[in-house]
């Protein structure tokens, strides 16, 4: 089984919709990273949880860590085309050196 | 503000071609990184860096791979004999320890 899950694999909103995006660990997280990938294009760094029951936000995107520090959320509220891209998360299971990706979540917002 | 500039952004090559892809991290870095991404899948770790010798390495890393750190800004990943499924983006990261890995934005390598 996959170490790190995305779901859903893809998504498609209506602009101004709220969305969630999830990633689930077969095993706990040292800390977890989300990104914004543009297609053919590198990671924009979003955010960085290491607590269990983290939560932080950047504008619109909140981002969290259960207590048990094996599933986050990313919830984006009030979307815009600006939001579309594809979003990654990356576990670090050991203290920093290197980081597994899950498969990713492509957002596409309709105008 | 300081990001982690990859070169070339594409590369095109001949299958048993030797090919170096060249990074230069954040100044202040002390880690290094280099992951891959063939197209439609995961981005996947090959090897890390530090005090000038390799801390972890994946499998996909095997002697056909190499990365040094030439002088005190440039850091290079060397694949010696390219194969066809090598055919993917190719990323730098850098940080300065147990904090965000920052990535370039990549290098795409085609093995003809």
């Known amino acids: 089984s996959q170490e790190l899950e995305q779901s859903p694999q893809s998504l498609i909103v209506q602009e101004g919709k709220n969305l969630t995006i999830n990633c689930t660990s077969s095993k706990t997280l040292y800390g977890l990273y989300w990104y914004k990938q543009k297609y053919g294009e590198g990671l924009i760094f979003l955010m960085m949880l290491q607590k269990g029951g983290e939560e932080k936000s950047h504008e619109k995107i909140t981002a969290k860590l259960d207590e048990k520090k094996q599933q986050s959320s990313l919830h984006i509220t009030a979307s815009q085309p600006s939001h579309a891209g594809i979003y990654l998360c990356g576990a670090d299971y050991n203290a920093g050196n290197m980081l597994t990706f899950g498969g990713g979540t492509r957002l596409m917002v309709k105008p | 503000e300081p990001e982690v500039t990859q070169t070339p952004s594409h590369q095109v090559t001949q299958m048993g071609q030797e090919v170096i892809l060249h990074c230069v991290p954040i100044s202040n870095h002390l880690y290094f990184y280099w992951y891959r991404q063939i197209l439609g899948q995961k981005v996947e770790f090959l090897v890390s860096?530090?005090?000038?010798?390799?801390?972890?390495k994946s499998e996909i890393f095997d002697d056909q791979f190499s990365v040094e750190r030439p002088d005190g800004s440039n850091f290079t990943l060397k694949i010696r004999s390219t194969k066809l499924e090598d055919s993917a983006m190719y990323f730098c990261?850098?940080?300065?320890?147990?904090?965000?890995?920052?990535f370039g934005p990549g290098t795409r390598l085609l093995v003809l």
């Open positions: 860096f530090y005090n000038n010798e390799i801390s972890e």
């Open positions: 990261a850098s940080n300065r320890g147990l904090e965000t890995q920052y």
